[in-house]
């Protein structure tokens, strides 16, 4: 009998917490294991290898903790770390541990938002050179162009509290004013970064009415489903007691106030070390 686990979800910071929102929505029956790295966020700016040595090692934390499942709710840790972790690091974890990420249940459904067949994509800038996006998108709706345009500001913006402020107004309608300029007939803008949710309704003023504007929580939580549901063994090791437990390698103060705003509640949160 193997031993029972919580649903681990991974993020850089506080984003993550939007997808796991979600999660719990849809599938409240779950115990989840939250992990924020927010000692040495944020990830967007960082090497591949650094992005990837980092995110192994919170993996590996994970798999400590009793998880055999791990989802990283963070795009750059997918972009960068994800495809090394399941190729080259998974096995020696054990055949029934797995690593998913955000970018692919995205890609697999955003062209069906789109009439028009062009995708703008707003995310860090490490999503934004991988290219991870472009390639996904590619593989499941050959047709679409894709456009990306990286948005350097929005995440500090964020994690300072601005983005209801008025300085954040400007930050967004210059990002969104570089990415419709690539192709006026964008119809769908996808938010690829946890964080940027909270934007929203700046990002939806500076846009016109018919662009639909698209953030990954929902998407990621259907996709984790229909996993679970297409492999019952994984579903049955999950353990279901409706719980959540929060972690961070910062200050635990920081998370839990700034945690709240992500996650839409109060949350209370442990400090642990990583990479020791």
């Not at 107004?169 to 769908?188: C, E, G, H, N, R």
């Not at 297409?230 to 961070?248: E, L, V």
Request: hydrophobic share 40%.
């Amino acid at each position: 009998m193997h031993q029972q686990s919580p649903i681990g979800v991974f993020d850089s910071g506080y984003g993550g917490l939007t997808i796991l929102k979600e999660l719990v929505k849809q599938l409240p029956q779950y115990d989840y294991l939250y992990l924020g790295d927010n000692a040495r966020a944020p990830y967007g700016t960082r090497s591949f290898e650094t992005v990837y040595q980092y995110t192994l090692e919170a993996v590996q934390w994970f798999f400590n903790q009793g998880c055999e499942l791990v989802v990283l709710a963070c795009n750059t840790a997918s972009a960068k770390a994800l495809r090394t972790i399941q190729q080259k690091d998974l096995a020696q974890f054990g055949p029934s541990k797995r690593v998913l990420g955000v970018i692919r249940p995205t890609a697999e459904v955003i062209g069906r938002f789109s009439e028009s067949g062009q995708l703008g994509v707003l995310a860090t800038k490490g999503t934004v050179i991988s290219e991870s996006y472009l390639l996904e998108i590619a593989h499941f709706f050959p047709d679409m162009t894709v456009f990306q345009q990286a948005c350097p500001m929005w995440v500090p913006l964020i994690e300072n509290g601005e983005h209801e402020g008025a300085g954040a107004d400007y930050f967004v309608k210059d990002s969104l004013d570089q990415l419709m300029s690539q192709s006026p007939a964008i119809d769908t803008v996808l938010l690829a970064c946890t964080h940027y949710p909270l934007l929203i309704p700046k990002i939806e003023a500076q846009l016109p009415k018919h662009i639909q504007v698209v953030s990954q929580g929902e998407i990621v939580a259907q996709s984790l489903a229909n996993y679970l549901e297409r492999h019952p063994a994984m579903a049955d090791h999950c353990s279901k007691n409706g719980h959540i437990r929060f972690c961070t390698t910062d200050s635990t103060t920081d998370f839990d106030e700034k945690g709240a705003i992500f996650f839409g509640k109060s949350l209370k949160s442990e400090h642990i070390l990583l990479g020791h």
